[in-house]
């Protein structure tokens, strides 16, 4: 009843991945699959998979967006590259997560598993030993699974677009009186949104999962988004 959605995932990973690709691209195709799956649906969303190159090493840059993914692995030695793909991971993982389907983490994307394409991307999972940077995203990767899974409002919840532009991007999920609010910032500059509440939830209290300090007055919430960075805010 469910497969992948690759046309999300491409479009996530060059969002997420790529400086220069805009918010605009990610949010049509995933209002199609919303218009051609529904906001209740099997769809698997996915980190990555055996048959692509490992994003972190393409957001790193040690594997080039352009070159054969394949032929590299065997060539040299694919590492992470530039140490901001971390964030950029999970700023893909924090997405996957927000949206409705079934978020699919393909194993090792969890703290960061480089790797060019098929049979590079097939490594041995890392049980311990992890760097620092590893750790931080392992950690990141639990928090936003157990958000998942105890927000009714990221589980069944309607879908929303509070806001939307080339590097910043605010969806709302909502369902009954649960409500979740997921904020993303790609840029290399601190932003300040401030995006307009249903007036149902005008005033509501909000937990910041991920401490920006997210704060509502009246029918306006305010984020405060660090370069590369995402909050998920719940009731």
């Known amino acids: 009843d469910g497969q992948f959605d690759f046309n999300v995932y491409d479009d996530a990973v060059a969002v997420f991945g790529k400086d220069n690709t805009s918010f605009r691209q990610l949010d049509r195709s995933l209002n ?9 649906n ?16 393409l957001a790193g840059g040690d594997l080039k967006w352009d070159e054969d993914g394949k032929r590299a692995g065997w060539k040299r030695e694919i590492g992470v590259g530039d140490t901001l793909a971390y964030k950029k991971l999970s700023m893909l993982m924090a997405f996957n997560m927000s949206i409705p ?33 590893e750790k931080n995203n392992l950690e990141i990767t639990r928090k936003l699974i157990k958000l ?68 509502t007055l009246g029918e306006v919430l305010t984020i405060k988004l660090a370069p ?6 719940t009731n």
């Open 101 to 133: 389907g079934i978020p699919v983490i393909y194993y090792g994307d969890e703290y960061g598993m480089p790797g060019a394409n098929d049979p590079d991307n097939r490594r041995w999972m890392k049980f311990d030993n992890l760097t620092p940077a």
């Open 42 to 57: 099997l769809m698997g969303y996915i980190t990555g998979n055996q048959d692509r190159p490992r994003f972190i090493s």
């Open 148 to 215: 998942r899974k105890t927000n009714p409002a990221l589980i069944f919840g309607q879908t929303k677009v509070l806001h939307l532009d080339d590097s910043t991007y605010v969806i709302m999920r909502r369902y009954f009186d649960y409500i979740s609010i997921s904020a993303f910032n790609k840029s290399p500059e601190t932003v300040e949104l401030k995006v307009i509440l249903p007036d149902d939830f005008a005033g509501i209290k909000l937990a910041d999962n991920f401490g920006t300090g997210a704060s």
């Open 32 to 40: 199609e699959s919303l218009i051609f799956y529904g906001h209740h």
């Open 228 to 233: 590369w960075s995402f909050e998920i805010l």
